[in-house]
């Protein structure tokens, strides 16, 4: 089961990763844990102790019947795309 | 800034920004700097120089991805960034939001390090930063669920490791005060007695003050000094009893506290006009200097600016141990103010880097 992960630019530049990088996985939580095997560390950057997913963290999962947003335990799909996306707030703060 | 390698005896100045972390070095006649940067975008609380290995560690924080803490072995050519588990147990409602302080633990091997974090919590690493581990001890203290955030969050900010006793650890938290461990960290008991807490309906309780920056000599390690939000003390009994040394400064507010590398009678600090107003008084920037452990306290303004309503926060002022001793002073206004003769001549060293959160000097050995 692999799919493409697009990875934002800040994790990009901590971990020297791929814009895209690709994993085998079943899940959204599988992808942050086969991530962290080629990457140390990335796990705790996206995920919570409990295994949510991060406060501001978005994980867009692509389906036959769309792009949605997903859960640690939301199904991916062979050969489709999970976008890894920082919430975006501005003007509060330089 | 010419470019070359730090070398052994370099003076090294670490500085934490809101965007990122900027390395400097000098020979010791500090006159000539260099500088790399580092941490693109990433808020940086504090950083910190480990003589044993020569590595920089610095707290690296990002509001959707967390609290990082990286190591470099190579003076900020490379980082390692691993560090899993900064975080308290899944069962737990803590969360790490923030890493606020490092300091490496005294002993023979490097890699040991001391971490605080807001939510106010203590780790600690043995292998590099690598992973950490909490220090429950402290992190689930009796008083811990009656511990109440300062204006910068419920934090624990401040580690001090008393030299000759590794197993004495000082924290500071704010706003609940300063905590002692006798054993390595095994017990800890609040240390505040003397230590004025205004804004509470009790002025003197066992814990809930608003320390805002300790420290202590290594040369003399039972006196410690802090500056706290309602004033500036001295304990001449690591901690148990705490006396009032604010007398004679413009005010009893601040954020940096400061000791003279050779000099355990000589502090420094840089008040500001109060709690609702944090700004230097009268627009002068100035650093007060004291010779006498805190009885008298001169102002120290000689180049440095008027007009200028400056911010300095509580990692804001390190200084260095050339024979000359210098000291630093970051604003967050992205100035660093330099003076190479103990306080008595400053200039700026550096000017427009992003809001400076920490100053951090070490040595290269």
Redesign the interface.
């Known amino acids: 089961m692999s799919v493409r992960v697009h990875i934002p630019s800040a994790l990009q530049a901590l971990y020297r990763m791929q814009r895209i990088e690709e994993v085998e996985a079943h899940t959204v939580g599988e992808v942050a844990t086969m991530l962290n095997e080629r990457f140390p560390g990335i796990y705790d950057r996206l995920m919570e102790p409990d295994g949510s997913i991060r406060r501001y963290v978005n994980v867009f999962v692509e389906r036959e019947d769309g792009r949605w947003p997903g859960r640690a335990d939301t199904q991916v799909e062979n050969g489709k795309h999970v976008w890894i996306v920082p919430n975006i707030a501005g003007g509060a703060r330089p | 800034m010419a470019e070359r390698s730090p070398e052994k005896g370099d003076v090294l100045l670490m500085v934490g920004t809101?965007k990122g972390s900027f390395l400097y070095w000098s020979d010791p006649d500090r006159k000539e700097w260099h500088r790399n940067m580092s941490h693109?975008?990433?808020m940086i609380h504090h950083m910190t120089h480990d003589p044993r290995d020569n590595s920089i560690y610095a707290a690296t924080n990002?509001?959707?991805?967390?609290a990082?803490v990286q190591r470099s072995p190579d003076f900020g050519g490379s980082w390692e960034?691993?560090?899993?588990?900064?975080?308290?147990?899944?069962?737990t409602e803590r969360?790490v939001r923030k890493a606020w302080h490092l300091a490496p633990k005294p002993g023979d091997s490097p890699g040991h390090l001391y971490a605080g974090v807001e939510r106010a919590g203590l780790f600690i690493t043995d292998d590099y930063g690598?992973s950490w581990a909490p220090v429950t001890e402290l992190n689930d203290h009796t008083h811990s669920e009656n511990w109440n955030p300062g204006g910068g969050g419920l934090i624990l900010h401040t580690i001090v490791v008393d030299p000759e006793d590794p197993d004495r650890i000082y924290v500071g938290i704010s706003a609940a005060g300063v905590y002692r461990s006798d054993d390595g960290g095994k017990t800890w008991a609040a240390k505040n007695v003397g230590v004025r807490a205004d804004f509470l309906e009790e002025k003197f309780p066992e814990f809930g003050q608003c320390v805002h920056k300790f420290a202590l000599h290594p040369a003399r390690p039972e006196v410690l000094y802090q500056q706290n939000h309602c004033g500036v003390y001295r304990s001449n009994d690591r901690g148990d009893t705490w006396v009032e040394i604010t007398q004679g400064l413009p005010s009893e507010f601040g954020f940096p506290f400061a000791i003279h590398a050779h000099d355990p009678d000589t502090v420094y600090v840089v008040p500001l006009v109060g709690s609702e107003n944090r700004v230097v008084p009268e627009g002068k920037m100035t650093v007060w200097r004291s010779r006498d452990k805190g009885s008298k306290w001169e102002a120290l303004r000689s180049g440095l600016p008027d007009g200028a309503f400056l911010t300095i926060l509580r990692e804001g002022m390190a200084v260095d141990d050339c024979e000359s001793s210098g000291v630093y002073v970051g604003t967050q206004t992205g100035q660093i103010f330099f003076s190479p003769d103990e306080g008595e001549n400053w200039k700026v060293l550096v000017d427009f880097l992003p809001p400076i959160y920490s100053v951090s000097i070490g040595r290269v050995t």
């Open positions: 809101r693109d975008g990433w990002s509001d959707v991805f967390g990082v960034q691993r560090s899993e588990k900064l975080d308290f147990p899944a069962d969360r690598a």
